[in-house]
């Protein structure tokens, strides 16, 4: 070869390496900032207020394990379960739509906070249990209790429901509830917790309640009605009803048609609903809630989330 010729594979080869370079180092940069990103949130969630990440309709904090939770094992139900020989029930061991709502860019400057919060004594209050939730949560010391959103909405539950029946709400789940798989608890509680499967077992778990957390179980279990997200922002919830959101309709749908829970990692919370917030037209633009503390400082506004389910209490 010519010293030309040379000198052009030399040009190329140049080029190619520079190419490849670029190209790395483009991708480390994108890394570190994705991971970075990452960090700098979780950081910025841990110092001030427990984390909303989640897993299911679990909302965990830094340190917190499965084990935590305060309910059956979470991760129970990737485990295929074997026939029940005999069904155990009355253990006390312990979106079909979605509205577009127009003008939420203008809802966001509106929220106004009444002065007289009017959660008790309301003529469309129909459930003590309901009203115990409520009042328990005004008369506590502790509103923001942080840990794991479930725990927190169902011991709240759990709590008024012992205090107005006098035993636990696992002795009055009917025997319908069990499946030839799961008992009534156990129906009750994955489904609770918006647990999610692939096996025979989980797909036993009625489909029209899987995904709706603690409202499609207390529903299920005939304890309340269940109430959509048109119901939800037409003013149908009474205070004290027990609520489940997705931030993103496709996890609540991956959840409702079943998937492996080792590899998803969608968000959803759970909390109580506490009444709405009206703008000086009497119009709903928001509502106050009750959590451990991850959203509770400020009203929920109607594109907070793409999937809102919950329960009025009939109990």
């Not at 633009?285 to 009203?299: C, L």
Request: neutral net charge; glycine residues 10%; hydrophobic residues 35%.
């Amino acid at each position: 070869m010519n010293s030309k010729t040379l000198k052009v594979i030399g040009m190329h080869r140049r080029l190619l390496v520079s190419c490849i370079f670029l190209l790395l180092l483009c991708i480390f940069v994108l890394g570190c900032t994705s991971t970075k990103n990452l960090n700098e949130k979780t950081k910025i969630i841990g110092t001030d207020q427990p984390s909303g990440l989640s897993i299911g309709s679990d909302d965990i904090g830094a340190g917190t394990s499965a084990k935590d939770y305060g309910l059956d094992d979470h991760f129970g139900i990737l485990i295929e379960p074997t026939v029940n020989a005999q069904i155990i029930s009355n253990s006390s061991d312990s979106l079909t739509q979605i509205f577009k709502v127009e003008g939420e860019s203008e809802i966001l400057s509106q929220v106004i906070l009444p002065k007289d919060p009017g959660l008790l004594g309301s003529s469309m209050a129909i459930s003590a249990v309901a009203d115990k939730i409520v009042e328990n949560y005004l008369n506590s010391n502790n509103k923001l209790p942080g840990g794991h959103c479930l725990e927190v909405s169902k011991a709240r539950f759990e709590k008024a429901y012992e205090e107005i029946h006098g035993h636990a709400v696992y002795e009055d789940l009917p025997d319908s509830m069990a499946t030839k798989y799961y008992t009534p608890r156990e129906v009750f509680d994955y489904l609770y917790v918006s647990a999610s499967g692939t096996h025979n077992g989980w797909r036993s778990l009625p489909i029209k309640y899987r995904g709706k957390g603690n409202a499609g179980a207390i529903a299920y279990a005939g304890m309340g009605t269940l109430v959509d997200w048109f119901g939800i922002w037409s003013g149908k919830l009474r205070p004290g009803a027990l609520m489940q959101v997705w931030k993103h309709r496709k996890d609540y749908e991956k959840v409702v048609r079943g998937v492996n829970k080792k590899d998803f990692d969608p968000f959803g919370h759970s909390f109580i609903f506490m009444g709405y917030v009206r703008d000086d037209k009497n119009e709903i633009i928001g509502i106050r809630m009750a959590d451990q503390g991850y959203q509770s400082y400020r009203p929920l506004l109607p594109n907070d989330y793409e999937v809102w389910w919950a329960v009025n209490l009939t109990i």
